[in-house]
Every structure is written in structure tokens, then in C-alpha cells.
């Protein structure tokens, strides 16, 4: 490996990047985990001390303390700005892009330039979820509301020794608030205007017994939509009698809930435990309910659908060819829908999203080893109807996915005299999954054999083991330096399978029901990991660390509507990464100034893609080569001086991403011209190079700068402002980087007002995300059956694309109460 790269980077690029943001004084996470003592000069100026707690190594420790590059969000930042998605958490971190996606994972997580395609319901994230202690890594945890947080960790690269399952990209660690030894409770309402949102969230916590404490946390929310649906109430279908209808007034709409429940119990001097349940439901129009369409090349007329040569169908006049917040949204004919059509209901879009966890995690204190057990059940179960073509033309997909995990981490870290300590321990987990899909893209007669109006019908899935251990020592070699390594030793085994079910008739020759596929995938894995700390003194650390990650490979259950002729057709292999990080946190003038900064170099080997193809409906699964990313990430947080109640606040990351050693699918209507030169194969080209570009949704610089201020209003009332504005360059939204599919860069613009009464017993807020009302797109796909023609020839035509849209602009007025 080579890291001169990395090291030229952080020499020419000190004042960029971000792998911090610290904005808040309140321990960020690990509640459950025993607090090392803080020093005595930490102690004696913890009055003037703004510092942050995190548990990026599984034990509480300063952030200034801890060797990883990562990002802290307090609960208390979250509440400030409405922050109750993933989407919203994003924006608080400078490199992280997040959204919806219509099919497989129903998710894009980008970090670093770092993610897997939302196409796949199969990939294990690249950038994963671990709420609440259990991991998670299918991608729809970005469904989950997100209340009651008592803080974000998202720690960025490899993640291999502490949480788990091992992660190549990246982890987003959500932790939520847990019992007070005092009784506390409070309630908070508000209205957002834009989307005519109505939510309410609620607490109660306290002590049951001298050894029993409890909270119980929800949240409840309804909005109405964001986004104009400029569709028609009622609009002709392509077969007689049948007709399509308006999906409902507006697009973006919501109704969702959420109740968690905690309680610890001290069972005896050296003993805790705690049980940590939640639940819940997110129901809404889809998320191919707020797309809009790109149309391809740059035109500014969207093409019409065509199903087959002689086969054309118009466009809707009520479509256009702009992000401008308005598109067309329609149901299935109900005809359609109720007729042999899976989990597609009365034809009006929709996603109905269920979740359930159980944590229970026991703490024993002893002597030499502290030991700790997380046992987890996670469970969500989720069905969709979706309509990628508007208006236009009928073609809709729906799903069933269905997920069921049961986790078990044991934990053990020595507490030895001497200069040397150990945690080590094993991860287990046992996980089911169902993806069952159907589709309807040719308006043809109703099928009377097999009574359905539906094109094809396939059910698939997997069982999975994951199996590790882990270990890490830790040797003081002098007061001031401090090695650490291990290493995860991971065994993956997954048995997946596809079986296609009798559908329309009419595409029997094309699609016939009864064919079955299994695949079988074994595979281990060591990730290594090596750090250096180094501390001069208690407010400044200098560390170097050199990481592995993996991500287990398996059989591509996402193949839509042209299968695969073989298993080995399907397989795709793991993803790994190797690479190093250099870091420095400070804490300068008089501890008024906390400075981080960051260099990074990662290679990424087999990197798993997929791709659409609009033309034959396919999805194609594979490996990308090579990937590497390297950067430079800074923050800084001042108190200002002289100025009481004021503080300042920056963030920024600079990314370099490319692609090395990947030559890959080329995108519809790609000519040899524009680059779609290669894999020749009956008379036309079918492959790109991609070496040398940067992949999607790799933005080069973002950053975010802010501000608080509090301050008194007479004796018994107090003011605050916040406000941050964030910025990010253009991206590619597209997994085979289309030209004409390119976000600009753009700024947002998050502010917040709250008056408060004594001891915060009541408070009003106002609240603005987004005031610049930049509508940002996070992913797309090209349409079906519109464009894409000509790929790999002299001369081609593009598809249009549907792109998901991040929200506009939201005002929020907000009241609550705590007792």
C-alpha cells in the first residue's frame, strides 16, 4: 500500500475537510457502558469544557481521546433543527448523502463516495445501521423515525473490531435517551407548514425502585405531502374501460409512529442489565411517490413509452422535464391492481413500513474482565406498490420484504494493572429474508387461465450466519503513547434463492413460472487493524491507524424481469477494503477551541455494483474493480471570547474518489462515441471504462459552518438562535454516470429560534431547513420503456430518468413542555 497520497493531502489541504462536528456539550452515546475517570485537569475545568462523550471503541471516552474518524450529533442538535429522518441527519454531516430509493434496499447511503446501489435487496450495506447496540445492514433503518435520540455517532471507512458486523464504507450509530434517576417527562408538538405535517413526541422517565429505572418515549406524525401532484383526477387507461386516477392531491405524504420502552435494573453491585423495546410504522404514498423526472440529454420534452416497435404511447401533458417540486403521480387501474396482483392493494401507490426490536444488554463488573452481552431480535416487514412512469404509462412494480434477525455479542475487556489491556469477544447472528416482487409493464387483456392482468411474478430471498470473533490489545508504551491492534475474524454463509410463479400468459416465453434457482455461499474473512495514539498532553491527541473491512458477497436476488440462465450467472463476490487515516484533535485557547483534523487513503477491492437496464428491465449484479478514496477532513468549534452564550462552528471534506481497474456496463443510449466501446458482442458494444472517474454520489467538498447563541431574557426566560449553512459540490447520481446526470452544487441554509422558561419548563420554537428551498436529487434511474435505445452503436437516444428528491423548504412551529 501506498499513502503518500494521503500524507501530500493533508499537507496541501489542512483547512479542509471534516471527520468532526462537535456543536454540543451533551455525552453523545453508550449510556449502558462503564465511564473511565475522566483526568484531573478535564475535572477541574469542566465548568469551561465543551466536550463530547463517545463510544467509537465500544468504551466512554472523550472524542478529543478517541482514534477514529467520526462525526457526533447530539440529541439536543437533532431536536434543534426536526431532525427525525436519516435524510435530515445527513445534512448535519458534511460527506454523507441519504435518501429513499424505490426498489431492493429502498435505500442510498453514500460516505466518502462510499455506498452500495439502492438496487439491490441482496447487498449487505457498505455504510450500515447499529441502533440501540444491534446491527443492522439492509437499508430500509432508513425508514425508521428517529426520536428521543440522546446522540449520532457515524464513523467513517472500515469498521471492522467494534460493532458487530463487519462494514467496509462506514457505520451510522444511533443511540436513544435511557432511564433518569429522577423523575422527568415532557411533551412537544408542532406544525410544519410546507408539507401540512402535524407531530407530536412525549416522555416519561424515572425511577421505579432504588434498583429499577424506566422510560417510555413516542412519537406520532401526519403530514400531507411536500410536493404538488400535477397529475389528472381521472385519466384513460390503454385498454377500454380502464382507467388511471390521480395517486392522491399531493406528493410526499406520511402517517407514522413510534413507541420505545426502556428499563435497567442495578441487580446487584457488579451487575446491570437492561431492556431496551421499540416499535414502528411508517405508511406513505412510496417513494416513487416524490419522484420527478429528468428527461435525457438535456430535452425538455419527455419521450413517449415505448413497449415494443409499433407500440408507442404518448406522454402525459401534465409531466415536465424540470426538479421543480411538481410531477405526476397515478395509481394502477384498480382493475389491475385487484386482479392476481401481489400486495398491490386498490392500485393507489403506497409503502406500509413495520419494525420491531428487543435489546437486552447485561453489564457485569469484575475483576479482571468486564463483561458484556447484547442480545438482539430485529424485525421489519414492509409492502409497496410503486409507478416509475408517471401518468403516461401503466408500468408499476410491487413488493414484499420481509426481514427477521437474531443477534447475540458477547463482549470481554480486561481491567490488568499493568501497561497492557484486552477486549475481545464473538458476534453471532442468524437472519431470514423474503423479497417477493410482481410486475405489471404491458397493458394487455386479462389473462383467463391464470386470472391476472400481471406480466411476471418471482419470489425470492436468503437465510444468512454470520459467525466472528474479535480481539484487540492495547499497550501504554510510555504515558504519552499508546498501540493498539487486532483483528476480525468474519464466516459468512448465505443460501439464496429465486423461483418464478405462473403469470400472465402472454409472456409465458419469456418469463415461465416454475423455474427455480439456489446458490450456496460460504466465505471468511481477517480484517486487521492496527493504531498509534499519541498524547502529549490531556487536550491534544495524534494518532495513525491502518484498517481492513469486508462485506460478504452472495447470490443477486434482484434481477427483475430478465433472469439470470445459470446460478453462477448470479453470484457476485465480496467487497473488502484496505487503508489508512492520520488525525489530530486539539484543544486550544484555554479549551475555548476544540480543532480535528483528519487525512485518509482507502483502497476498495470488488467493489459491488448493480445496474439497470430500461431496455430488457434487467438488473445486472457484479464487481466494480478497484476504488479508492482519499481526503482530508477538518472541524472547529469556538466559544467566543468576551462574548458569553456564543459559539462558532465549521466543518468541511475534501474527497477525491475514483475508480481504478473497472470496466463496467454503459448506460442506455450510450454511444461508441460518448465512451460505450467495449465487450463487443453481436454487432454491438456493451461495456464502459470506468477507471479514472469518480463514482456516484462523491461529491469532491462539502462543509457546513454555524452558530448558537444563548442568552438570557430578564430572570426567568432565555433565548437561543441557531443557524448553519451547508454546502456540497456536484455529484453524479447515477450508478454508470450518465453526462446528463449531475446534481449541482448547491447550499442549504437551517436556522432555529426558541424562547424558553426557567429550568426550559416550556418552550416555543420556529424552525427553517432548506430556507434556500434547494430541491437536491440523491439518486435516479432510467425509465422503462422510455429512451435507451441504440446502446453500444453509432447513434443512440437517452432515457428519461426518475430522480428522488430531497424535501424543500420547511418551517416549523414547535411548543413543548417538560415536568
Known sequence: MKYGNALLALKLGTAMGSTLM?????????????????????????????????????????????????????????????????????????SLIAGKAASGSSASVFLRGVGSTALSAGFDQSVSFVIDNIAMSRGREISLPQFDIKGVEVLKGPQALFFGKNTTGGLIS?????????????????????????????????????????????????SDGAFVNTAAA??????????????????GFAESYGLRGTVDAQVSDGFKIELKAGLSSVVDGGPTDTLERICGG?????????????????????????????????????????????????????????????????????????????????????????????????????????FEQFSEELRFQSKFDGPFNILFGAFYAHGKFVFNTDAYIAPLPLDPINNTYTTFKRDNGFTTDSLSFFAEGTLNL??????????????????????????????????PGGIALNDKYDEGNLSPQVTLRYKPSTDLTLYAAYKQGFKAGGFNISQVLTPVSNV???????????????????????????????????DYSDLQVQFFDPTTVSLTAGNAGKLRTQGVEADLNLRVPGIDGLSLRGAAAYNDAKYRDFIGQCYPGQTIANGCNLLPAGGVFNGQNYSGRTPPKAPHFAGRAGFTYEAPIGETMSLRMNGDVSYTSKYNFTDALRPDAFQKG??????????????DLWTVSVIGRNLTNRLVVTAANDIPFVGGTGTGTTSGTLADMSAFVDNPREIFVEVGFKF
Do not use: M
Not at 381521472?234 to 406528493?251: K, L
Not at 476480525?488 to 439464496?496: A, C, I, L, T
Not at 492520520?582 to 484555554?590: Q, S, T, V
Open 746 to 759: 448547491f447550499a442549504k441554509v437551517d436556522a432555529s429560534v426558541s424562547l424558553s422558561g426557567k429550568d
Open 568 to 602: 453462477a450467472a448470479g453470484r457476485y463476490k465480496s467487497e473488502t477494503a484496505e487503508g489508512a487515516e492520520i488525525g489530530l484533535r486539539a484543544l486550544l485557547l484555554d479549551r475555548r477551541l476544540s480543532f480535528n483534523l483528519t487525512a485518509y487513503h482507502y
Open 478 to 511: 510510555s504515558q504519552q503513547l499508546e498501540l493498539s491492534g487486532g483483528a476480525r475474524y468474519s464466516k459468512e454463509s448465505r443460501k439464496s434463492y429465486q423461483r418464478s410463479l405462473p403469470a400472465h400468459i402472454g409472456f409465458a416465453a419469456a418469463f
Open 22 to 94: 462537535l456543536v454540543h456539550a451533551v455525552p453523545a452515546l453508550a449510556a449502558d457502558e462503564p465511564q473511565p475517570a475522566a483526568s484531573a485537569a478535564a475535572e477541574a475545568d469542566a465548568a469551561t469544557t465543551e466536550e463530547i462523550v463517545v463510544s467509537a471503541r465500544r468504551r466512554a471516552e472523550r472524542l478529543i481521546d478517541a482514534p477514529v474518524a467520526i462525526t457526533a450529533v447530539t440529541g439536543d442538535t437533532l431536536s434543534q433543527y426536526q431532525a427525525t429522518r436519516v435524510s435530515d441527519i445527513a445534512t448535519l454531516v458534511p
Open 174 to 222: 444511533v443511540t436513544s435517551n435511557g432511564p433518569t434517576d429522577e423523575f422527568h417527562a415532557g411533551i412537544k408538538g408542532g406544525y410544519g407548514f410546507k408539507a401540512r405535517e402535524r407531530y407530536v413526541e412525549a416522555f416519561v422517565s424515572g425511577p421505579v425502585s432504588d434498583t429499577v429505572r424506566a422510560r417510555l418515549a413516542g412519537r406520532y406524525s401526519k
Open 234 to 251: 381521472s385519466y384513460t387507461n390503454y385498454i377500454p374501460g380502464q382507467f388511471r386516477t390521480r395517486n392522491s392531491d399531493r406528493r
Open 298 to 402: 438535456g430535452r425538455t420534452t419527455p419521450l413517449p413509452s415505448t413497449l415494443a416497435p409499433g407500440a408507442v404511447f404518448p406522454t402525459s401533458p401534465n409531466t415536465d422535464c424540470r426538479i421543480d417540486g411538481r410531477a405526476d403521480s397515478s395509481a394502477i387501474p384498480v382493475q389491475v391492481a385487484t386482479t392476481g396482483y401481489r400486495f398491490a392493494r386498490d392500485g393507489k401507490l403506497y409503502a406500509d413500513f413495520k419494525s420491531q426490536f428487543v435489546a437486552l444488554t447485561g453489564t457485569i463488573e469484575s475483576d479482571p474482565f468486564d463483561v458484556t452481552s447484547v442480545s438482539g431480535y430485529y424485525h421489519f416487514r414492509q409492502t409497496d406498490l410503486n409507478n416509475v412512469s408517471g401518468e403516461s404509462y401503466p408500468a408499476g412494480f410491487s413488493q414484499y420484504a420481509d
